[in-house]
């Protein structure tokens, strides 16, 4: 029982640190850009879009449609990197403990 006992202690241990990780994710940034840097989007690790960066010289009527997917295209990058970031903090939480593919964590 003692290693059960101890097994409990630490799940509880792990769920506070993940609680605090989540936290702490919602304060990481990253940044996508697309079209040379003249798209910019900034999103929060957890996927929230903080800002959105256009370079003036791309507002023409004619280019609207070429600024639309430069815009989903800098999200797209962002959300990469914010996956990869959580993915990061999570090998800090767990101790580099790889989980089995296709476990997701509940954020």
């Known amino acids: ?12 241990e792990m769920q506070s640190k993940m609680g605090d990780m989540q936290a702490e994710l919602d304060h990481v940034e990253v940044e996508g850009t697309a ?6 989007v900034v999103l929060t690790a957890k996927g929230d879009m903080k800002a959105v960066s256009i370079d003036p010289s791309l507002f023409s009527s004619e280019e609207k449609d070429v600024v639309e997917d430069l815009i989903i295209a800098a999200h797209a990058q962002a959300r990469v990197k ?7 903090r999570m090998k800090d939480l767990t101790g580099g403990l ?3 593919p296709g476990f997701k964590m509940p954020f």
């Open 1 to 12: 029982m003692k290693n059960l006992s101890e097994m409990l202690k630490k799940a509880q």
């Open 98 to 100: 790889d989980l089995p």
């Open 82 to 88: 914010a996956a990869d970031a959580m993915q990061d």
């Open 35 to 40: 079209g040379a840097g003249m798209v910019k």
